[in-house]
């Protein structure tokens, strides 16, 4: 019997969908969603160091340091919810985070890793950011037209009135998001695909069918 899908890695350009895909998976597989973004913008709503360092990155559309990154997902990934794996979303996002997460899944005993690259033109990108609504409760993310919740407004994950439109999601900070994948994120295709664990995804197609794909890929034996 499978034991669990292992450590999933989705990996794509900011607006790719990597979000809406890791949220329904991870309640699929029953296993948790790990978002670097959403665990910085939680530490940022609890006031914590960490959030007050990260929010001057990512306002600007950078990313945060890596050691204050790897240091977060370590201690996400020691917790015993993930011992059966996890969806990770927006991490690793550089060559140097990528090989302290080897180093750390050897010294965890943890198995397989399946990083699924969300494919896609970056004019779809624009438009899927320029009409995202997040909410400021619990992360769901949904777009005005593309994506609407069922009540407008309300959040469907969490029935609360709090859809708002990130602040990195100003153009100027999507444009460094955007120069920021192409620089320092996309190397890991090569890095991945080197290592046979590359697996890509056609990410312009409707969510359903993208998640008919991700269901097949990782409910393999
Ligand atoms: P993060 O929150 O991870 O942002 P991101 O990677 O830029 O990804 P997004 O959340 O913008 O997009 P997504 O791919 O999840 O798309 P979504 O599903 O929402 O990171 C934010 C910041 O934190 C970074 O800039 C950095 O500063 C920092 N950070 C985080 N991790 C870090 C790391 N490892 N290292 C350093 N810094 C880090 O979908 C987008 C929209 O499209 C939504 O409106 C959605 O409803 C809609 N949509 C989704 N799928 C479809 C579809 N198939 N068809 C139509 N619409 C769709």
């Known amino acids: ?31 948790p969603h790990v978002s670097t973004g959403d665990l910085f913008r939680h530490h940022l709503k609890q006031g ?14 950078a990313l945060v ?15 015993p919810d993930a011992k059966g794996g996890c969806i990770l979303d927006g991490f690793p996002r550089t060559i140097p985070q990528a090989e302290a997460l080897e180093v750390l899944l050897t010294r965890l005993g943890r198995g397989t890793t399946t990083v699924v690259s969300f494919d896609l033109a970056s004019s779809v990108l624009e438009e899927r950011i320029g009409g995202r609504l997040t ?14 919740p069922k009540v ?9 009135a709090e859809l708002h439109v990130r602040a ?23 890095f991945y695909a080197s290592r046979g664990a590359l697996y ?15 269901e097949v890929l990782l409910d393999r034996p």
Do not use: W
């Open 135 to 148: 909410c400021k409760s619990c992360g769901a993310s949904f777009h005005a037209t593309l994506n609407p």
């Open 48 to 61: 914590t160091p960490i959030g007050q360092l990260a929010k001057g990155f990512m306002d600007r559309g």
């Open 152 to 160: 407008a407004g309300l959040c469907d994950a969490c029935g609360k």
């Open 168 to 190: 990195d999601d100003r153009p100027e900070a999507v444009r460094a998001r955007m120069t920021e994948y192409a620089q320092k994120t996309a190397p890991l295709l090569d």
């Open 1 to 31: 019997m499978k034991s669990g899908p292992g450590i999933v890695i989705f990996l794509g350009p900011p607006g790719a969908g990597k979000g809406t895909q890791a949220s329904r998976v991870a309640t699929r597989l029953r296993v």
């Open 65 to 79: 340091p890596d050691e204050v990154v790897c240091s977060m997902v370590e201690d996400r990934l020691g917790q």
């Open 200 to 214: 890509r995804v056609d990410a312009g197609r409707r969510i359903g069918e993208i998640e008919k794909d991700l």
